[in-house]
């Protein structure tokens, strides 16, 4: 439901850029709240009196939804549930990524530590595939940043290998293996 007024849009294709995040949202059943003016159609004098006579309780509902979207660090934060993520929804790489909609940024995160624990294993799949040569000590100091950036446990590296090979990440893992044998 959107119209011109000022206030809120429960349907993600009202939605000026980032499609396809919102799609998949969509498709997954998750209500997304979000803010607009059409000023287009709305003269500025008609928008300030509609925003004047909107009830206190639904501008203070706003304002703690909102503050409720801000992290620890002041980063904006959209929060999905781990079943956003996956094959048919937003790959795992994306949980602690910046994106874009409109011309707003927001990390994309997810409470759950599993989902978080694929990303891990696919963003070191990919930093350290994207290397020649990885020493034990790069793959320490990759391990801890990309670990603290998803609020995980700092892993050991046979830990790491260990998760590799259950997810079937047969380059990381064999990285790995060679990196605890030197």
């Given at each position: 439901?959107?119209?011109?007024?000022?206030?809120?849009?429960?349907?993600?294709?009202?939605?000026?850029g980032?499609?396809?995040?919102?799609?998949?949202?969509?498709?997954?059943?998750?209500?997304?709240?979000?803010?607009?003016?059409?000023?287009?159609?709305?003269?500025?004098?008609?928008?300030?009196?509609?925003?004047?006579?909107?009830?206190?309780?639904?501008?203070?509902?706003?304002?703690?939804?909102?503050?409720?979207?801000?992290?620890?660090?002041?980063?904006?934060?959209?929060s999905?549930?781990?079943?956003?993520?996956?094959?048919?929804?937003?790959?795992?790489?994306?949980?602690?990524?910046?994106?874009?909609?409109?011309?707003?940024?927001?990390?994309?995160?997810?409470?759950?530590?599993?989902?978080?624990?694929?990303?891990?294993?696919?963003?070191?799949?990919?930093?350290?595939?994207?290397?020649?040569?990885?020493?034990?000590?790069?793959?320490?100091?990759?391990?801890?940043?990309?670990?603290?950036?998803?609020?995980?446990?700092?892993?050991?590296?046979?830990?790491?290998?260990?998760?590799?090979?259950?997810?079937?990440?047969?380059?990381?893992?064999?990285?790995?293996?060679?990196?605890?044998?030197e």
């Open positions: 439901m959107t119209d011109d007024r000022v206030g809120f849009s429960h349907a993600p294709d009202a939605v000026q980032g499609a396809k995040i919102f799609g998949v949202l969509k498709g997954a059943a998750i209500t997304v709240h979000h803010f607009f003016l059409k000023v287009s159609k709305v003269s500025r004098e008609v928008l300030e009196k509609r925003i004047d006579n909107r009830p206190p309780e639904q501008d203070e509902w706003v304002r703690r939804w909102c503050k409720d979207r801000i992290d620890d660090d002041g980063t904006w934060s959209v999905l549930p781990s079943s956003a993520f996956g094959e048919k929804g937003i790959p795992f790489s994306r949980i602690g990524s910046y994106r874009m909609a409109g011309s707003r940024f927001f990390r994309v995160w997810c409470p759950e530590e599993t989902p978080r624990k694929h990303a891990f294993l696919d963003r070191l799949d990919q930093r350290m595939g994207s290397r020649r040569q990885v020493t034990r000590q790069d793959a320490g100091e990759l391990i801890t940043r990309l670990a603290l950036q998803l609020r995980l446990e700092i892993p050991d590296l046979s830990r790491v290998r260990s998760g590799a090979e259950r997810t079937g990440l047969s380059g990381l893992e064999a990285q790995l293996a060679r990196l605890e044998n």
